[in-house]
């Protein structure tokens, strides 16, 4: 086994084409981790650090950002605004011809979809910006600004959020795997080794116990997620013998593989993105004058408390749903029954067309029902955790789990298909 992965690395850095991608990779991620720690002008750190040391929901929101958010770095929104329009678009795809005809032309319709999505961006940005700022004034954070000041606060927040995304942008086009799950990624990576040190300092002897626990189910997560990701149902296909010109081709059997969780880790990303957006806009309102709004942000801030129950309820409802969403986005069993029946195949007891339509939609169905369900509870098992262990430092680290291991997934798996590429290179030439 060792031997086997020490080849594989071996292949990995003596190819010049895949060098040249980890090390682009690597050199976004030193620069990411540069802007992280380059903070906006006439923010008091002291007191910003010490309001997160007293919200849990905040210190979520800043492992989401990848610490840029108690730094109060020029990246501090992070990729929210980005994701929130993602999903805005997506969901605008469903359900207008046009966005969704558009999505299905290959490379032009990504690229004008993503445009989309960049324009939806900028007013997303502006307006959380604001609503930082006031959420900051309130606080006592940033003191009284002139108008040009405001701007120039505002404007380097939005700067910072399309230069992430510019990253992202790069990362997917001259590196290694989508470049914004794998910001995500380096964000929480960087981030763990801080909320472990903080784990440290005050654990006791009576928390050793705790930590061996949580460290133990970590290890588990870990392992089904991995599990989970890699279960494939496989649907034998038949293809019976056919002549096409003047050759004979003879039949053949192949099969379409299905994989128990066909999102990965985007329903985790846009989950965390709705689940966070009550609290944020009660923060934001409870300090109104009006006591009608004052009253509806202390509801939504105590209603949707991290640690509380309604919280992680709707954490785990987003999750199922848009495990569903985005499984119904990505795989089409219209065309691939068509596909199937244009090159003579069917699947063995089922009716070509129609019925291998709705034989395949209801074995997607199956097994997104169980991957959904796992992710969600995967999704708040941290939470739960913490209540019998106490850390509740960890449940960060937890939830970021899942997106680290899905990200480290899908990344070694397009290492190992562009490895697999260059070995039948030289059958080519």
Excluded: C
């Amino acid at each position: 086994m060792l031997k086997k992965i020490r080849d594989k690395i071996r292949l990995l850095f003596n190819d010049p084409a895949i060098k040249r991608k980890i090390i682009f990779t690597l050199m976004i991620f030193l620069f990411f981790r540069f802007f992280a720690f380059l903070p906006v002008p006439a923010i008091d750190i002291a007191k910003l650090k010490a309001l997160f040391a007293q919200s849990q929901f905040l210190s979520l929101l800043d492992i989401f950002s990848g610490g840029t958010l108690i730094n109060f770095s020029v990246m501090a929104l992070g990729l929210n605004p980005y994701i929130n329009a993602s999903i805005i678009i997506q969901l605008l795809s469903a359900m207008i011809p046009t966005l969704e005809k558009l999505s299905k032309e290959g490379e032009y319709g990504r690229a004008k979809i993503n445009q989309y999505t960049r324009y939806l961006t900028l007013p997303l940005t502006f307006v959380q910006a604001i609503g930082i700022f006031i959420l900051l004034k309130n606080q006592g954070i940033v003191g009284v600004m002139s108008p040009l000041e405001f701007f120039s606060f505002i404007l380097t927040m939005v700067a910072g959020t399309f230069i992430l995304i510019w990253f992202g942008e790069l990362i997917s086009e001259f590196g290694l795997g989508n470049g914004i799950s794998l910001i995500i990624f380096a964000g929480i990576v960087g981030r763990l080794p801080i909320v472990l040190s903080q784990t440290a300092t005050v654990a006791t002897p009576e928390t050793i116990f705790s930590v061996v626990v949580f460290v133990a189910l970590s290890i588990a997560v870990i392992a089904s997620i991995v599990f989970i990701n890699e279960a494939v149902r496989k649907i034998p296909v038949y293809y019976a013998k056919r002549i096409k010109g003047n050759r004979l081709y003879s039949g053949a059997t192949n099969f379409l593989p299905l994989k128990l969780n066909q999102a990965g880790v985007i329903p985790i990303i846009f989950a965390v993105s709705f689940v966070l957006m009550p609290q944020l806009v009660g923060n934001f309102i409870v300090y109104s004058p009006n006591s009608a709004l004052s009253s509806i942000g202390r509801f939504l801030v105590s209603f949707f408390s991290p640690e509380g129950f309604f919280y992680n309820f709707f954490y785990f409802v987003l999750v199922i749903a848009f495990t569903f969403f985005y499984t119904v986005v990505v795989f089409n069993p219209q065309k691939i029954s068509e596909e199937i029946q244009k090159h003579g195949g069917f699947i063995p007891g089922i009716r070509p067309g129609l019925a291998t339509k709705q034989f395949l939609e209801k074995i997607v169905y199956r097994i997104t029902t169980v991957g959904a369900v796992f992710l969600g509870l995967v999704a708040v098992m941290p939470v739960l955790v913490s209540k019998v262990t106490g850390l509740t430092n960890l449940v960060i680290g937890g939830t970021g789990i899942l997106i680290v291991v899905s990200v480290v997934l899908e990344t070694f798996k397009k290492i190992e298909a562009q490895l697999v590429m260059k070995s039948y290179d030289r059958f080519v030439k």
